[in-house]
């Protein structure tokens, strides 16, 4: 599976970005898919992740009430809604694929893409 992500950016807090992540090569419906972000100096760590039919969503605490993970199987399309951002989201963001039950460890991950900048401005 190969994933594209796509609409990282500058935006001010309070503001809004939809990140987009498109994977081709194997049929995508058989992936959970996840997001992960890395800010500078730190950690990759977990956002949020979604189950193959997006019935079943997890989000760490730090995107709880700001942050929607969606997907759209026809079009091979895992998305990340992002609301209220603030600084301290600024981070390259990564979308990756599983074929089991996914997990919060980038690792454990079997598809990974390229990240998306994200950038708030305070």
Not at 48 to 68: E, M, N, Q, V
Not at 93 to 119: E, H, K, M
């Amino acid at each position: 599976v190969q994933l594209q992500a796509s609409g990282g950016g500058l935006v001010q807090a309070g503001g809004s970005l939809r990140l987009s992540c498109a994977a081709s090569g194997r049929t995508f419906s058989g992936y959970t898919m996840a997001w992960f972000r890395q800010a500078p100096g730190k950690e990759r760590e977990f956002v949020a992740s979604i189950s193959l039919s997006g019935g079943t969503t997890d989000y760490a605490d730090s995107g709880k009430g700001r942050f929607t993970i969606s997907r759209d199987n026809a079009k091979s399309t895992v998305y990340l809604q992002m609301n209220s951002l603030k600084p301290e989201d600024t981070a390259v963001y990564y979308c990756a694929a599983d074929a089991g039950r996914g997990s919060r460890y980038f690792a454990f991950y079997d598809y990974r893409g390229q990240g998306t900048l994200v950038t708030v401005s305070s």
